[in-house]
């Protein structure tokens, strides 16, 4: 049974408290194995690649046959159905509006003192996104990773899938291909991994890879860090939904279970100022798992994370959201926009009753990639920032080092940095010759 | 000796190889001490905190000591000199009028579907600097972590900051001040990392922990990361000079020795369109060696990972510098902007010989928290972004779930989370009764 809550009892915090600590996901400890993976592949290249791809994939290549090819990419996407290729046309369309927005702008000025100053974002020049294979293979993962390294400048998007026993879906490649990605593997694991970061005889080094993974994808990106920069690595996902009396409790049930169907450790929360309403939620939630095609799932992620809380006001609500600085918040409320405002820690807000969380997995245009386990109190989810860096721009005449430079020697001087004093007096001193 | 390379000769390709690649830190590993302080200071808080910081700063501390109150931070703050505390002013002053252009803006519309989109930047509720002590305690860098903390809005901004044998450095306390630092603790190591971190009975926990450190100070990081935000895992500094014949040999030999005196780990690069010119900076280097306060150290770096490359025009030095992707590179050449343009991977660029590096470590505006060991390939240096997250907003009218809907639902059905589908299927079949 999930547990349902009241702020008015006393026990309340030391309930809650044990909600937000709760342990749920238990990562193995590969970190050994993957270490010894990577170490092959920066070692033996393609070799080492082609052997793990046999063992773990079921699945015997050879150095060219690594890469799919632009008629197998072709082939297989005939495979996908009329329907979901509009969708993912629509999505890739409305993912692509949204993500432009996000593009920074340069900057340039000149202060008072004379010196030019500003910043320059330039692209990520090559990136690698992860997918993974069988159950969690997302077509729509792809669009969320992918479209943002394009929208960014990215030259070259290479992607690694694996298929197992030789096994495509049609539709990540469809998806991959909507999005502009230049080069897709047939490969997974550590090893996808090392290679995007290491490079082999086949496959060029990238400098930055995104995208979910299993524990050894997981340990392997850890891994890499600093050769390459990384997305986040993202925990098991979560919702919390804020919800007044008047909704219908069958909705908010179903959104809840959106969350808790695609993981045992998902977490899913409702915080309501109407008991009787909560009440009737879990009601429908239990209906729902009578028949959910994923019930199994649903059902051990809500009887053991999942929460109904009966708080006074929404102004409790929002001081318990928070706390919590869910992944996904929905703000079922007559007016959201206002209870949005006082929920200052959230990976995304989706506002009313008509916005149900589903609606950004696919196809809302914000980007799905969002961050858990409590981390909205300090990261954003994936946008087109994580495709960009920015270059520092810094430019003296004379009269402005005569403005600024003597701070800088005194500076210098006290941090006993002599030689940082030096070059900026040296410059002085020709100008006061 | 520097390697002297030119890249017309034939092993030019194998010696910069060499040079890119050359492992120049030797971090010692700590990882096992350090997991055993942070269990320590989570079981025992204050307790541990106190003895490890009797042990390792021979400093006998209780609880109520650990934070600096307002009168002794006045009573060293009292003790900088007067230019030193207007050079911290002027350079406060500069950084902060740099960094507020930084701040990202909100965004919202509503798209033709009638969905309205956008984005919401918050601050960091509570965030961690760290300070070394001893000699790499720069007050600079306390106001390059502080200042765009509390640019961006942090409301609590803590400092952690050994004071070996009880000795404190009055001009770090003064930044702090200066930068609106609001708690002060005289702790350091993988005890204060930690603290920030869980928090103990006197220290309450942050969300975002900046700053440098010793290898102890960044093991723990790293092992933090995930409960709290960090910034990113510096390695040893690193300049890049490209400069035409029509330079000053001194000026660019002091440059380079700017970054050679931090440490032995260092490394400074000349790339040069005239041999003799190198020649001629390889001379000045060789006198100021002669007499830098910090030579030993200066001719270490220079002497194991310091280069001079000449090259046959500016275009192949851009290449060449965007292999490097350095964290400092300076331009002085007659048209530096043009030469900037081509230069795509760089941490922040000097433009012109009347901007020295050393501008940018104190009074230049732009942060010298920046990106090393290549990773300005992917990454950019500390900003008010550091310190700022994004919540993602979604709002569906009616209208805009029937126009975007069915697509979610047919992808939801091709991913078979049907409880992804039925939640939008709810909705949309109220619509349609």
């Known amino acids: 049974m999930p547990v349902f809550l009241n702020t008015a009892e006393l026990d309340f915090e030391s309930h809650f408290t044990a909600l937000l600590t709760a342990k749920r996901e238990d990562s193995p400890d590969v970190d050994d194995t993957v270490a010894g993976i990577i170490a092959d592949v920066r070692a033996r290249g393609d070799a080492a690649v ?7 994939d079921r699945l015997d290549l050879s150095s060219d046959q690594l890469r799919f090819t632009e008629a197998e990419i072709e082939s297989e996407c005939a495979k996908v159905p009329e329907d979901e290729v509009r969708a993912l ?6 993912i ?3 993500h432009v927005r996000q593009m920074p702008e340069d900057a340039s000025w000149t202060d008072p003192e004379g010196a030019t100053l500003g910043w320059r974002w330039t692209a990520v020049s090559a990136a690698g996104l992860y997918v993974p294979g069988g159950l969690a293979s997302y077509p729509s993962s792809v669009l969320m990773n992918a479209v943002p390294a394009k929208v960014a400048g990215v030259e070259r998007l290479a992607i690694c899938v694996p298929t197992p026993d030789g096994v495509a879906n049609p539709a990540v490649l469809l998806a991959a291909r909507i999005a502009g990605v230049d080069e897709i593997y047939r490969i997974g694991g550590a090893q996808a991994i090392a290679a995007l970061a290491y490079g082999t005889e086949t496959i060029a080094p990238v400098d930055k890879i995104t995208g979910p993974g299993n524990a050894f994808v997981a340990a392997a990106k850890r891994r890499v860090f600093g050769k390459v920069g990384i997305d986040m690595i993202a925990g098991p996902s979560e919702i919390l939904v804020i919800a007044d009396g008047d909704n219908d409790p069958d909705w908010i049930a179903l959104d809840l279970m959106s969350q808790a169907e695609h993981d045992e450790s998902a977490q899913s929360l409702l915080i309501t100022t109407d ?7 879990m009601q429908a939630v239990d209906a729902r798992l009578q028949t959910l095609e994923r019930r199994a799932i649903a059902a051990a992620s809500w009887r053991d994370f999942g929460a109904v809380i009966i708080v006074k006001d929404l102004e409790e609500a929002a001081a318990l959201s928070n706390r919590i600085a869910p992944e996904h918040l929905e703000l079922c409320v007559a ?3 206002k209870l949005a405002e006082k929920c200052i820690h959230a990976g995304a807000i989706f506002l009313g009753a008509w916005t149900p969380e589903a609606i950004g997995d696919y196809v809302g245009g914000p980007n799905h990639v969002l961050p858990t386990a409590r981390s909205a109190r300090f990261s954003s989810g994936l946008s087109v920032m994580d495709f960009v ?8 005449t004379p009269e402005a080092l005569q403005a600024v430079g003597p701070a800088a020697e005194t500076l210098a001087r006290s941090e006993s940095l002599e030689a940082h004093g030096l070059s900026v007096s040296a410059r002085l ?3 006061n010759r």
Chains 1, 2 share one sequence.
């Open 50 to 56: 082609l052997e793990l791809t046999s063992k773990f």
């Open 335 to 337: 007016e959201p926009d």
């Open 89 to 94: 046309e629509q999505a890739a369309q409305r």
């Open 275 to 281: 008991a009787d309403f909560g009440k009737a939620v």
């Open 429 to 431: 001193e020709k100008l």
């Open 96 to 98: 692509r509006a949204y």
């Open 389 to 396: 860096k920015r270059t520092t721009m810094a430019r003296m």
